[in-house]
């Protein structure tokens, strides 16, 4: 299957600890997003990469968050000091740009569920 | 900057009726319309979208949406559902300019219920 993976599926963690997720875009996608969505609510836009590049951070994104894509291909999201706040599920998706034309369709992941207790 | 409204959060319909889920956004520049599907404990899968020409588009599933712009609407509808379209619609757009970041800007979703 060459969709867009992420990992763990789920994780359940203690307030306070520190939590990494990944992503796998679809490979030949130069575009990475990440949003988040809380429970009742539709996703928000966290960030995106254009290749290696991050490009923009939403407000959402406090210091405590801080996402990677450092070979242009998977990309990492850390969330350091977690907070019951934080509890959402993490989603990614994927887009192949290119000058000229654009793919406005995103590929999504099955998304990271993050329970912080 | 834009937004969406979905009008209903929840829909419950009887299996084989039409059901019409209501999308408006709002956007001071030209945007790019999407009708994504979420099962429970999935991602979200593209039922349909409108990037230009004609107003009516068809998707997957047998779901249709037609862009208004002068309503600035965009329903999406099926003529006649099944249990297995039970699950959550978002309606989402995306603004249309050189260099956009093409980032989606999500409504908070329509619950649909299909009962048999």
């Known amino acids: 299957d060459t969709g867009v993976s992420q990992d763990p599926r789920h994780k359940i963690t203690k307030r306070g600890q520190n939590v990494t997720f990944r992503c796998d875009p679809i490979s030949e996608h130069n575009r990475l997003y990440w949003y988040r969505q809380t429970l009742g609510q539709g996703p928000e836009f966290l960030t995106y990469?254009?290749?290696?590049?991050?490009?923009?951070k939403s407000r959402l994104l406090s210091d405590r968050f801080s996402a990677e894509r450092p070979k242009g291909s998977f990309s990492t999201l850390e969330i350091q000091r977690t907070e019951q706040g934080d509890s959402a599920m993490y989603l990614c998706?994927?887009?192949?740009?290119?000058?000229?034309?654009?793919?406005?369709?995103?590929?999504f992941g099955p998304g990271t569920r993050l329970t912080v207790t | 900057a834009q937004s969406v409204t979905q009008l209903d959060s929840q829909v419950p319909v009887f299996e084989e009726a039409p059901v019409e889920l209501r999308c408006n956004y709002s956007?001071?520049?030209?945007?790019?319309l999407f009708w994504y599907v979420q099962y429970p404990n999935q991602g979200l899968q593209l039922l349909l979208k409108?990037?230009?020409?004609?107003?009516l588009v068809k998707g997957i599933n047998g779901f249709e949406a037609e862009f208004n712009k002068s309503q600035t609407s965009f329903h999406l509808r099926k003529p006649s559902v099944h249990i297995s379209d039970t699950a959550e619609y978002f309606c989402?757009?995306?603004?249309?300019?050189?260099?956009?970041?093409?980032?989606?800007?999500f409504g908070k979703g329509t619950l649909l219920t299909v009962n048999p």
């Open positions: 409108y990037l230009s020409g004609s107003t």
């Open positions: 998706a994927s887009s192949l740009v290119y000058t000229g034309l654009a793919a406005y369709e995103q590929y």
């Open positions: 956007s001071s520049v030209s945007v790019y």
């Open positions: 990469f254009q290749n290696e590049a991050q490009l923009e």
């Open positions: 989402a757009v995306t603004v249309m300019f050189r260099g956009s970041n093409y980032k989606l800007t």
